[in-house]
Nanobody
Framework: QVQLVESGGGLVQAGGSLRLSCAAS??????????MGWYRQAPGNQRELVAT???????NYADSVKGRFTISRDNAKNTVYLQMSSLKPEDTAVYYC?????????WGQGTQVTVSS
């Protein structure tokens, strides 16, 4: 089982930037083999994909964040990042980190991002 801890959320004005971090830990963790992802859930909405990065560092983004958000990973630090720029009020949500391999999914507790207009 992978433990995931997100950080970096907060309150920011529209047009601003934030960087989220997700640190992974666990016994016999082979972080580099996981597909890592960021998801978000706004009040009243379902959880939705924001971005993913594979073990080969191939990335995928939701259309709503393309060109504004960048996902990256540092395998030496067992950490995945989400750099968010040009933030909009509609980006307000709880952001969750996800780790996926053939055994299934692990989730973090989430970090709140609030974008004021």
């Amino acid at each position: 089982q992978v433990q995931l801890v997100e950080s970096g959320g907060g309150l920011v004005q529209a047009g601003g930037s934030l960087r989220l971090s997700c640190a992974a830990s666990g016994s016999s963790l082979r972080f580099r083999l996981y597909t890592m992802g960021w998801y978000r859930q706004a009040p009243g909405n379902q959880r939705e994909l924001v971005a993913t990065i594979t073990d080969n560092s191939n990335t995928n983004y939701a259309d709503s964040v393309k060109g504004r958000f960048t996902i990256s990973r540092d395998n030496a630090k067992n950490t995945v990042y989400l750099q968010m720029s040009s933030l909009k009020p509609e980006d307000t949500a709880v952001y969750y980190c996800n780790a996926r391999n053939i055994r299934g999914d692990s989730w973090g507790q989430g970090t709140q991002v609030t974008v004021s207009s």
